[in-house]
């Protein structure tokens, strides 16, 4: 079956670590995306890619990294400059194509302490 | 940018009732989503609108897209328990370019379904 795959589903790391979170899809789409949801905020873009080896900083990507190396692969580090980092992180993925509709994995939590 | 303003921010209801939910904004949008997030998962597609005045049904959902292209609403007909959920509203505002970058989401509404 076609689908998101986010590992792991949960993450602890103590404050001041670099931390990368995994996603890969087998959708064969085109553009992928980071958002990061807090309780009562709704989700909020991180990065976002359309193509291979490019990449573009969302509405909050402070103390985010991303790369894009494969159009399967697109993995999230949160560094120790994220004053916050403690979130649900939700990786996302559409066809290149206007307008169209996200599809989600099934995110992973990280506890930063 | 453009802001989504959705409502009810929750709603607790019996098993069997009808559900209703909106999403508003001050700017003309081009697409409306609709999402269900289960606890600790991602969010699911449920109904995608993208034209003014349709009106789209998925099962016992029902979405429409407003008239004005400044709103959208979601019925939901005889509720059962695994309706829990909260609901997410999205939509590509009419400048926003049609990628995900200009895609913007509501706060949610959390549905809790007392039996």
């Known amino acids: 079956d076609g689908g998101i795959t986010q590992s792991p589903k949960y993450l602890f790391r103590k404050e001041g670590q670099n931390v990368t979170l995994s996603c890969e899809q087998n959708?064969?789409?085109?553009?992928m995306y980071w958002y990061r949801q807090d309780p009562g905020q709704g989700l909020r873009l991180i990065y976002y890619?359309?193509?291979?080896?490019?990449?573009q900083k969302g509405d909050i990507a402070e103390g985010y990294s991303v790369s894009r190396e494969k159009k399967e692969s697109f993995p999230l580090t949160v560094t120790s400059a994220q004053k916050n980092p403690t979130a649900f992180y939700l990786c996302a993925s559409s066809i290149q194509s206007y307008n169209s509709p996200l599809h989600f994995g099934n995110g992973t939590r990280l506890t930063v302490t | 940018g453009q802001q989504l303003n959705q409502s009810p921010q929750s709603m607790f209801i019996q098993e069997g009732e009808d559900v209703s939910m909106n999403c508003t904004s001050s700017s003309i949008f081009n697409t409306w989503l609709w999402y269900k997030q289960d606890p600790g998962e991602g969010p699911v597609l449920l109904i995608a609108l993208y034209k003014a005045g349709e009106l789209t049904s998925n099962g016992r959902l029902t979405a429409q897209f407003g008239i004005t292209r400044k709103d959208s609403f979601l019925n939901i007909s005889a509720s059962i328990p695994s309706d829990v959920g909260i609901y997410f509203c999205?939509?590509?505002?009419?400048?926003?370019?049609?990628?995900?970058?200009?895609?913007?989401f509501g706060k949610g509404t959390h549905l809790i379904i007392q039996p």
């Open positions: 890619s359309q193509i291979v080896n490019d990449f």
């Open positions: 959708l064969n789409h085109d553009a």
């Open positions: 999205a939509g590509h505002g009419k400048y926003s370019g049609g990628g995900a970058d200009g895609l913007t």
